[in-house]
């Protein structure tokens, strides 16, 4: 069952100035940062809320680090902007199946390493009303049970 935002994936060209302008306007601060080398991009979350189901909700500032990377391709075409929507999920496996079930193009087989140790899976965005829809079961690590605003990530 999806029961909350977890991310608003947002792509920039240069992934530090955004990280400062999100401070600088909002006073929004960075949580964890990471490469994640098989999605080719560079990553900031910065932490919005905390949620209902273990996870909490962020934004995530997207900057590419191959020519070849996805976001670098939506870039080249569109600029700067919001790049995908996810959705938290207890078990990513099931609700992934399902939705394939409903005739949704699901983008992986299985779902994949994703931030902070997380596993997503995408949906096809023209299955989707135009919306690249990620979903995302955080990892046990990063639940509410666990972590505090004063994790180390
Ligand atoms: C492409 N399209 C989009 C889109 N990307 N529409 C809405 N939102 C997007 N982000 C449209 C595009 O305009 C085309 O429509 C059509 O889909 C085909 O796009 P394309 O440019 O030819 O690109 P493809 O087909 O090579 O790749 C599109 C897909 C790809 C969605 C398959 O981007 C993908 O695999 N995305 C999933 C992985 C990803 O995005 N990773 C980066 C975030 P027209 O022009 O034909 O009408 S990593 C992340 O979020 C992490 C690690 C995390 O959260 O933890
Ligand atoms: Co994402």
New binding site residues.
């Given amino acids: 069952m999806l029961t909350r935002i977890?991310?608003i994936?947002i792509?920039c060209f240069d992934l530090d100035k955004t990280v400062d302008f999100y401070r600088a306007t909002y006073g929004f601060e960075v949580f964890h940062t990471?490469v994640?080398e098989?999605?080719?991009?560079r990553?900031a979350?910065l932490r919005i809320n905390g949620t209902d189901d273990g996870g909490a909700s962020y934004i995530?500032l997207?900057e590419p680090v191959r020519e070849d990377?996805?976001?670098a391709?939506?870039l080249d075409?569109?600029g700067e902007g919001?790049?995908?929507i996810?959705f938290g999920t207890a078990d990513v496996d099931t609700d992934s199946e399902e939705i394939r079930g409903r005739g949704v193009r699901v983008?992986y087989d299985e779902p994949?390493?994703?931030?902070?140790d997380?596993r997503?899976t995408?949906l096809?965005?023209?299955d989707?009303h135009?919306?690249?829809t990620?979903l995302?079961t955080a990892a046990a690590s990063h639940t509410s049970e666990y972590s505090s605003a004063t994790t180390s990530h």
């Fill in positions: 977890d991310h994936g792509a990471e994640n098989e999605q080719g991009v990553e979350m995530q997207l990377s996805t976001v391709k939506w075409k569109n919001v790049h995908h996810a983008l994949r390493r994703g931030s902070m997380s997503i995408f096809h965005p023209k989707c135009g919306v690249l990620e995302v």
